[in-house]
């Protein structure tokens, strides 16, 4: 059976990490995503934090699974021929290049004399606007999009999170606007822009802080645990440490071990429904009729309290084990892991979420599969291709050069003088 998305071509001119991210999913999917890099350094997180001299980075590998790699330097004349031809002949051309790049390098009208069914995918740091010039890293969309100044402690630092929210989130979200774009070609045979701004992917993920800072003016934010402590709102959300975003609060909680493991911690959410069984679990039946403890609206300004006396329940157990007996009455909680319990947890490659892939030159590593899974279309992870490991293939296959045609453009140094070749190798 084939895979969803085969036969679509992408033009694949993204690099570093959001792009990237957007691109690995369609080709997951079974897009055959042509990634076109700079001849001689490529994608330039190839050389990034490497951690094996003269291999690709696993920053590169992990973001780039099942594509296809050409060299060429499109300000070539003779790459610049390439660049159009390989437009006639690919559905999507994807990019995350800093501001007026593809403009200069071939702008929409062009592309659409060339191919007016193509769909031109952009990610920008941000839409138009006072910022529309600054070129972005995932920090700075953290930042301006409200994730920073809504994470961490009240009295501490604006915090970066380590979930990749601006760079991974805005690629999935340009994903979708692609196959969206493709969806509604096959209504209109036209393609279209699709462009997603960092700033506006971070925000869409915030939003319920968006929804608490419009709250803030018919009163306090009640299930802040500042609330409880006493402490009034400014005119802005604050942070609210590891308190829920959401209408269950919850917070992490020490368990056994905490004093030497740094991740020796369960996040516990005292979820309504189950409050009962919660009093029985942690031995304080008392508080299931007590009128400050019984009914929701009543433990907001006790949350340290009530959290304190679980936490003394859970500092008897194990995260594992707290788990264990959670679980049976369906009290949510989840324990803290590390990178390192979650690299070593069999059952999560038993679902392809994580994957032992084989690298030529690298050798085996691991990688995170395809989170979305498709019953018609499952994702195989194939590694990452070497730099220009498929510019003949390309040349030949895609675009049909002959061997004097690809010996002429080769002989223009638009390839990067057989750079291409000895990486292959
Ligand atoms: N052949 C020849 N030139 C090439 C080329 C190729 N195959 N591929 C790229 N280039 C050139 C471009 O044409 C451009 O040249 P120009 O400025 O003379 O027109 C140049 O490379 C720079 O590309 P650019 O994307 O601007 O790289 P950068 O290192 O200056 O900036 C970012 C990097 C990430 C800051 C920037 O791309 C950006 O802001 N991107 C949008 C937001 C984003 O995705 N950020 C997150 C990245 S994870």
Redesign the pocket.
């Known amino acids: 059976m084939g895979k969803a998305l085969e036969g679509v071509r992408i033009l694949d ?1 993204t ?5 990237p991210t957007c691109t690995q999913l369609l080709a997951w999917f079974g897009a055959d995503v042509i990634k ?3 001849p001689g350094t490529g994608d ?1 997180t190839r050389g990034q934090l490497r951690d094996v001299p003269n291999v690709d980075s696993l920053y590169f590998t992990m973001l780039n699974h099942n594509k296809r790699s050409i060299t ?4 070539n004349q003779k ?1 610049k021929e390439v660049l159009e031809a390989l437009v006639k002949h690919c559905d999507v051309l994807v990019e ?4 007026g ?1 593809l403009d ?2 071939l702008p929409w009208e062009k592309i659409q004399e060339l191919n007016p069914r193509m769909v031109v995918a952009s ?3 941000f839409g138009p606007g006072p910022y529309e010039d600054c ?4 920090n700075v969309a953290q930042c301006a999009g409200g994730s920073a100044s809504t994470t961490g402690f009240r009295d501490g630092l604006p915090l970066v999170t380590g979930a990749q929210i601006g ?1 991974s989130g805005t690629g999935l979200h340009l994903a979708l606007g692609i196959v969206t774009a493709l969806f509604q070609r096959e209504k209109t045979g036209k393609g279209q822009r699709v462009t997603c701004a ?1 700033q506006d992917g971070v925000l869409n993920l915030c939003r319920v802080k968006l929804r608490d800072q419009q709250r803030l003016a018919h009163g306090p934010l009640k299930e802040y645990s500042q609330f409880g402590e006493g402490i009034p709102f400014g005119d802005a959300v604050p942070r609210a440490g590891n308190d829920s975003g959401g209408g269950q609060p919850g917070r992490i909680l020490k368990c056994k071990g905490w004093e030497t493991d740094p991740n020796a911690y369960i996040y516990f959410i005292t979820q309504a429904p189950v409050w009962e069984k919660i009093c029985d679990v942690i031995g304080k039946p008392e508080w299931k009729s007590d009128p400050n403890f019984a009914k929701p609206e009543a433990r907001l300004p006790r949350l340290n309290e009530v959290f304190g006396t679980i936490e003394e329940w859970t500092m008897t157990k194990t995260k594992f084990e707290a788990m264990e007996i959670l679980n049976q009455y369906d009290i949510p909680c989840g324990p803290i892991l590390s990178m390192k319990e979650i690299i070593e947890d069999r059952s999560l490659y038993e679902t392809g979420t994580l994957v032992e892939v084989d690298h030529p030159t690298r050798g085996q590593y691991v990688t995170v599969g395809s989170p979305i899974k498709l019953s018609d279309s499952p994702a195989e992870v194939v590694r990452s291709p070497l730099l220009g490991e498929h510019t003949q293939e390309i040349l030949r296959d895609v675009l049909g050069f002959s061997e004097s045609q690809m010996e002429e453009i080769e002989g223009s140094g638009a390839l990067g003088g057989g750079a291409h070749r000895i990486a292959a190798e």
């Open positions: 001119f690099h570093v990490q959001s792009g076109v890099e700079r330039i060429l330097d499109t300000k790459g995350n290049f800093a501001p790049v200069r390098m990610i920008k740091g070129k972005v890293y995932e760079d960092m």
